[in-house]
């Protein structure tokens, strides 16, 4: 049913945006940089990306 699928959507989104989630990711970019695995450039590039998701992820909890 549509209730279901949107619990759903909210259930995954809640994660998504998780800010713990999110600093565990960075963390993880950091480490992968460190270890060689990432260049500087795409450790960038990622770190951006889970900026944007923390920033929207707030932005979505001041609206509720």
Same mark, same amino acid.
Request: net charge negative.
């Given at each position: =049913?549509? $209730?279901? %699928?949107? /619990?759903?959507?909210? /259930? $995954?989104?809640? $994660?998504?945006?998780?800010?713990? $989630?999110?600093? #565990? ?6 480490? !992968? @940089? /460190?270890? +060689?695995?990432? =260049?500087?450039?795409? #450790? =960038? %590039?990622?770190?951006?990306? !889970? ?5 929207? +992820?707030?932005?979505? !909890? @001041?609206?509720?």
């Amino acid at each position: =049913t549509v $209730a279901v %699928a949107e /619990q759903v959507l909210k /259930q $995954a989104e809640e $994660a998504y945006y998780d800010p713990a $989630a999110i600093r #565990a990711e960075l963390e993880e970019v950091d480490r !992968l @940089r /460190q270890a +060689g695995e990432l =260049t500087d450039e795409e #450790a =960038t %590039a990622r770190e951006d990306e !889970l900026v944007d998701r923390l920033m929207e +992820g707030r932005r979505r !909890l @001041r609206e509720e």
